[in-house]
């Protein structure tokens, strides 16, 4: 058995021919322009197509607004032509009758004298009256003063209403007198005799003895 020429040698060589073949056609092909028309065949041609622009429809526009109407001017004014109208004189020589008779005088209306009503006052006496309770608080805290009170005495003498018109500064001492005097009698007031109600005023003094 020969070690030089192995069995696959020819094998190789066989290959070895083949590839350069193939080369040589591939740099023929090359050359003379072979592969750009297989691939022309094999390509095939690109076709284009011009696609027109597809518009939308027009929208409706509104119709136009009518012109204005116009309005015939007014005829021009033409003042109306002035016209004096000349007065007559006022006659002067009027008739005028005279009468010798004089108007009667109508007597005047006797007046009636009414008599004048007699009234008299009420009269409002503290001294008459129980003394108010002199407030605890007020002690303790030697509050004094004068309060003035107004009064509405009724036909009877009772009190009817009361009011402070003048505070003594402690409303406390105000609240006593108010109510300790408004449970008093008085005079009442009197018209041609006759008694009526009507306001008094009073003033009542606190004072600590």
Known sequence: MSYLDPPDSGRRLTGIAVVTVFHAVLIYALLTGLARKV???IVPPLET????EVKPPPIDKPPPPPPPKMAAPPP????????????????TNTITA?????????APM?????PARTRTNAVVDASRCEKPEYPTASLRAHETGIVVLSFLIGADGSVLDSKVLRTSGS???????????????????????????????????????
Do not use: M, N
Request: charged residues 30%.
């Open 39 to 41: 691939i022309e065949v």
């Open 49 to 52: 197509k011009i696609v027109e």
């Open 76 to 91: 021009p004014f033409i003042p109306p032509p002035e016209v004096r109208v000349d007065t007559p004189p006022p006659v």
């Open 98 to 106: 005279v009468s010798d008779v004089k108007p009667a005088v109508e």
């Open 110 to 114: 006797p007046q009636v004298q009414t």
């Open 171 to 209: 409303r406390r001492l105000d609240e006593a007198a108010r109510k300790g005097l408004g449970l008093c009698h008085f005079r009442p007031a009197t018209a041609d005799g006759k008694p009526e109600q009507s306001w008094a005023r009073i003033e009542y003094e606190w004072k600590i003895d």
